[in-house]
């Protein structure tokens, strides 16, 4: 008479653990919602957009909807993608790369040596590609031993325009719509990887945090921007929080040619007034991290070596002399360094240094003694990923990149530029994410250490 209760028991339990294990195993179906304050109006890998948020957007794109010859772990090491095998020749300045096999564009044609050739040559102009069946050579005008890490950036994607002129890739989505207020995305079922588990993926363009707040608390988005000085009240409503590495610097860059740029007292004064532990206690309410360095410590290994702020600067005329005033111009549609810059004013006027500020739009090209600037970590590849944002900033002259890579020679080299105040490397942002409980396995690889989509493992608990 008691085995009838015991195995109903039984029975209940082996039900409540298939529950449990079906609840945590990843689901087919569903439509991510994502919402973003960027703007974003084409995706042309050769016309990047000017300002940081729709340049972060059109590099998760690429890593959507497109892939690239190389990939690289999450340590910046090469590993094969669209390209099997590679092998450099004489010198670096000639390349083969042997192509992946039965691999396809979202629209079912098969993937051709020419189309990588086409794709490639439109970014690179001054580099001579040959398609012979299934490989392409690559012959460059100067050696580039690296060329496998520049061929992983998310620039680099493979794509060819479709009908309206929407980009068709190899990834594992495919564009159905792209406006100024929305882009849509769709599971491309014959992805050489296998099917993503999401159906597609939604992104609403130009919404206000405010707004994207409110959508994930009425359930109408899945994925949000929380911006740093949110933080406290999401953990406060207990929203759920993602938060990447640090992988964009906020920086002063001076103006090569410009006179008072060149004028080294200038550069230090400003480099020992700005008051960094402010900028990232009292504007970014703790978020973030203060930087006396261009590549965050998880990239580079050495920036720790940078510790300690530079000598501080003085007001007296006797020991400075009278300094110049400075513009400063910046991107005035850009919240953040808005408020940056205000208080980077107010320090510079202790400091002894008169900064006018210069709000103008993002990209312009008005003249200025310096620049505040927010340059994202587009490699991770420690000596690529420095010589990029460099050059973001206009100062490759002012560095010289060492022939190889070691953390020693690096540092050296980001050494003499940070040490002459060149660049004033003020704050290291993350990006955080507020999620629905619905998202799952929203995390690395999901999400690289540079910022960068690979949604394909991603999926979503149905309501």
């Not at 910046?76 to 590679?86: I, K, R, V």
């Not at 192509?99 to 189309?115: H, S, T, Y």
């Not at 990447?244 to 400003?270: H, I, K, M, N, Y």
């Amino acid at each position: 008479m008691k085995r009838i209760p015991l195995l109903l028991l039984a029975a209940a339990s082996l039900l409540a653990g298939w529950r449990a294990t079906a609840a945590t195993r990843p689901l087919y179906g569903g439509t991510l919602l994502v919402e973003t304050s960027a703007q974003l109006t084409s995706l042309d890998p050769a016309k990047p957009p000017a300002d940081p948020a729709g340049r972060a957007l059109a590099e998760k794109l690429f890593f959507l909807v497109g892939d690239r010859l190389v990939r690289l772990d999450e340590r910046g090491h090469p590993h094969p993608s669209l390209a099997t095998a590679w092998k450099m020749g004489a010198k670096g300045r000639s390349w083969t790369f042997t192509l992946r096999e039965g691999v396809k564009f979202q629209d079912g044609r098969p993937l051709a040596a020419e189309d990588v050739v086409a794709s490639l040559a439109a970014l690179h102009p001054d580099w001579h590609l040959v398609a012979r069946d299934a490989r392409v050579e690559i012959n460059l005008p100067e050696p580039a031993p690296e060329l496998p890490l520049q061929l992983a950036l998310a620039e680099n994607s493979i794509l060819r325009a479709g009908e309206n002129g929407i980009a068709i890739g190899t990834g594992p989505f495919r564009l159905t719509e792209f406006t100024p207020a929305r882009i849509t995305l769709a599971a491309n079922e014959t992805d050489w990887r296998g099917r993503p588990f999401l159906n597609g993926v939604q992104i609403l363009l130009g919404h206000a945090p405010r707004e994207q707040w409110i959508d994930l608390e009425l359930g109408r988005a899945d994925v949000v921007e929380i911006a740093p000085d949110e933080v406290r009240r999401a953990l406060e409503s207990q929203v759920r929080l993602w938060t990447s590495q640090p992988e964009e610097v906020v920086a002063l860059a001076f103006e090569p040619g410009r006179a008072e740029a060149g004028d080294g007292r200038v550069r230090q004064a400003l480099a020992g007034g700005v008051n960094r532990a402010a900028l990232r206690n009292v504007l970014l309410q703790k978020q973030g991290e203060v930087a006396q360095s261009i590549l965050p410590q998880w990239l580079s290994g050495y920036a720790f070596l940078f510790a300690g702020a530079p000598a501080a600067a003085t007001s007296s005329t006797a020991q400075t002399g009278s300094l110049p005033p400075l513009t400063l111009a910046y991107d005035g549609s850009d919240a953040l360094l808005t408020s940056f810059a205000g208080r980077i004013a107010v320090d510079a006027r202790a400091a002894g240094l008169n900064v006018r500020l210069q709000p103008q739009a993002a990209g312009a090209a008005a003249p200025a003694d310096v620049r505040l600037v927010r340059e994202r970590i587009e490699s991770l590849d420690p000596r690529m990923a420095l010589e990029r944002m460099v050059a973001a900033m206009g100062l490759s002259k002012q560095i010289t990149m060492p022939a190889g890579d070691s953390p020693a020679a690096l540092y050296a080299a980001e050494q003499s530029l940070v040490s002459t105040h060149w660049v004033i490397p003020l704050v290291d942002l993350p990006e955080i994410y507020g999620l629905s409980p619905r998202v799952q396995d929203w995390m690395p690889p999901a999400v690289t250490a540079s910022g960068g989509w690979r949604l394909g493992e991603v999926w979503k608990e149905p309501k």
